[in-house]
């Protein structure tokens, strides 16, 4: 793969990161207007927020098992299509329970964004370092068991007793 063709990728998969707080963020300042526009309280449009973190948690439990599925393409292009839908129907939202339902359903859409841009940097960090998981999980292992030795070594000579070796 080019420098050119990472760089892209690098951007696409933190632009998918970064769609979920964005869609949290941004409409946070405008809680205010939202519960004029709605003629209702800012404690009810908050739960517009609580909502959107519930449709997170779903969306996580929802897509893991369909990007293994599907693959990576389909659910997030469709994940992305209901994320937008969602979005554009937020605008034209009459009441507080509207705005909260498709809330939710915005929180699932933009999940799909966000999983599967984890997903594919952990596949692709196994893919090319799958090498080096085994070097660094047997470092580990006898780092840690001489460590571990070394330490009951001392501890018997601190108490004199027989070395567990």
Sequence with gaps: ???SRYISLILILGGLTALTPFSIDMYLPGFPAIAKDLSTSAAKVS?????????????QLLYGPLLDRFG??????IGLSVYILASISCVFVQSISGLIGLRVIQALG????SVTSVTLVIYRLIRLCGWLTGCIHECFWSVSKNLWLDLCDSLCRLHRCQSVE
Excluded: N, Q
């Design 1 to 3: 793969m080019t420098r």
């Design 47 to 59: 739960l517009s927020l609580s909502s959107f973190f519930i449709g997170i948690s779903l969306g």
């Design 72 to 77: 990576r393409k389909k659910p997030l292009y």
């Design 110 to 113: 933009s999940c799909a964004a």
